[in-house]
């Protein structure tokens, strides 16, 4: 079985600080890794995948997440927030031929000026 | 290419009402999921489809259904509809070829439900 632990529900930094967005994963395959994006009233975004090559992955408008298998995680981070990073961010874990993705609670990012 | 598109975009329905959800993948994308997104329970699976066929379905009870297809097109439908019900129903394309596992999913807007 499958799932993913976010920790944080809302997660506040200020404009130009690093941001930390924690994913932890539970699988008994090697998993895929996501990171989707949600802005208001808007579906779902990919930021970023692993999928076994780099564990250091690099993905859109500057965020990247390193996976640690001795740790169990994929933490996105960005060296510096942008008013334009609020908004809700989903882990999510899938595996080799998997037809289903389990997604975490999502954290809240707000973004203060 | 146009996006995933998904109507209507608001619903408003009484208690045991039934509901059907319309979804368009991306031209060319055979495959299409289905999530429910609530603030208390995050996203969940409902099912996925892929040329017509259902190949994995969540822990839903069996008032939700879902069908695709030959242009991909997907419904859900929702009977008997309860409080609980009331959600942002999220669809999702992708190819749906080879290891489906790592396919980036592409999301539609979603339709809020909301049942009274």
């Known amino acids: 079985a499958q799932s993913v632990t976010q920790l944080g529900s809302h997660v506040s930094v200020s404009e130009g600080a690093l941001v930390l967005l924690r994913c932890n994963y539970s699988?008994?395959?090697?998993?895929?890794l996501f990171w989707y994006v949600q802005y208001p009233n808007q579906g779902l975004q990919l930021l970023l995948k692993?999928?076994?090559?780099?564990?250091l992955v690099k993905g859109i408008n500057g965020f990247e997440a390193e996976f640690k298998k001795s740790e169990t995680s994929f933490h996105l981070t960005k060296p510096s927030a942008h008013m334009s990073d609020a908004a809700e961010y989903f882990c999510?874990?899938?595996?080799?031929?998997?037809?289903?993705?389990?997604f975490g609670a999502g954290t809240r990012l707000f973004v203060k000026a | 290419k146009a996006g995933v598109t998904q109507t209507p975009r608001y619903l408003i329905k009484t208690r045991g009402q039934q509901v059907t959800l319309s979804c368009s993948p991306i031209?060319?994308?055979?495959?299409v999921s289905w999530y429910q997104q609530t603030p208390g329970q995050g996203l969940q699976f409902l099912f996925e489809?892929?040329?017509?066929?259902?190949?994995n379905k969540g822990n839903f009870p069996g008032r939700f259904s879902g069908r695709q297809f030959s242009n991909s097109r997907s419904e859900m439908n929702v009977s008997t509809l309860e409080l609980g019900d009331s959600a942002l129903y999220l669809c999702?394309?992708?190819?749906?070829?080879?290891?489906?596992?790592?396919?980036?999913?592409?999301f539609g807007p979603g339709t809020r439900l909301t049942v009274l």
């Open positions: 999702a394309s992708s190819s749906g070829m080879g290891d489906q596992g790592h396919n980036e999913q592409f």
């Open positions: 699988s008994s395959v090697p998993p895929y």
């Open positions: 692993y999928t076994s090559a780099a564990t």
């Open positions: 999510a874990v899938s595996h080799i031929g998997g037809f289903k993705t389990i």
């Open positions: 031209s060319g994308h055979r495959s």
């Open positions: 489809y892929f040329s017509e066929t259902q190949r």
